[in-house]
């Protein structure tokens, strides 16, 4: 969790915001995973989410749902990705990021989850489908290990997200759009106005922007509004077409190094 607290606090120091990168562990197969999170480093990612492929996904568009078929189809596991996790953390300090639905993490246990995932050198955990009731449990067990990040929506009351972001910890994640995940040729009329309001709510908890985001004028916009942005399906869908091949790692360094590019101009 460590990690990444400094690297938000960094960034704020130099006055520049966090690029984090989200591609599903597994994709094309693990050892790729290694390769393409280098590539993801190297052009500019602050942070990596590694997704956890499930077969029940309730937030993920096709594009991800694709990838998580494509790494469950090669007997991906969450006791694989951690394993795979201890190799990354071998070769960066990058903070690493689990995200992934609840059932996966409860049926490997909680206990056992929070262990394993901090001596591989995991920095937190996103769990989209866990109430803020219900993660009760998993948040007294992560206390000072991992971050356990909250999201938070553009229809949860001012009142809800203010107890939402004072129970989360590492970033709060806002979720630009109603819907599920996947990269749109436009976002919400209203949103940087919406990421003003919750800026003020999220206090000093560093709020992330993620859903839709996949172009560098959008990463522009958005990163004025917020400490972070995020984007997954862009970069999935590159690995999709390509795999880990030479020139798909080229295409994938491209386009971080475009978003790294426009959000340094902000």
């Known amino acids: 969790m460590q990690r990444l607290k400094n690297s938000f606090a960094e960034l704020k120091k130099q006055g520049r915001k966090a690029l984090i990168t989200f591609i599903t562990a597994g994709d094309p ?32 568009g ?81 206390a000072e290990k991992l971050a356990v990040i909250p999201l938070v929506a553009p229809t949860t009351p001012a009142s809800r997200l203010a107890e939402i972001a004072a129970a989360g910890s590492g970033f709060l994640y806002y979720v630009t759009v109603t819907g599920i995940t996947g990269a749109r040729t436009a976002l919400p009329e209203k949103l940087s106005h919406s990421l003003d309001q919750v800026k003020k709510i999220a206090g000093d908890l560093p709020l992330a922007a993620g ?33 880990a091949s030479t020139t798909g790692r080229e295409e994938l360094s491209g386009r971080v ?5 426009a959000l340094d101009a902000v």
Do not use: W
Request: aromatic fraction near 4%; glycine fraction near 6%; charged fraction near 25%.
């Open 29 to 60: 197969d693990l050892d790729a995973t290694c390769d393409l999170v280098d590539t993801l480093v190297e052009a500019g990612a602050d942070i990596i989410e590694l997704g956890i492929p499930f077969s029940d996904p309730l937030a993920d």
């Open 62 to 142: 096709p594009t991800i749902q694709a990838a998580s078929t494509r790494a469950l189809a090669r007997g991906t596991t969450l006791k694989k990705i951690i394993a795979t996790v201890k190799k990354i953390r071998r070769r960066t300090e990058v903070p690493l990021v689990l995200m992934s639905y609840y059932n996966p993490l409860y049926h490997y246990g909680l206990e056992k989850l929070v262990r394993d995932a901090t001596e591989a050198g995991v920095d937190g955990l996103i769990v989209p489908d866990l109430p803020l009731e219900e993660s009760v449990e998993l948040r007294r067990l992560a």
């Open 211 to 243: 859903f839709g985001i996949s172009t560098p004028e959008q990463a522009r916009t958005v990163g004025y509004h917020t400490d972070a942005i995020i984007v997954g399906s862009a970069l999935v869908e590159i690995i999709a077409r390509q795999g």
């Open 257 to 261: 190094k475009a978003l790294r590019q």
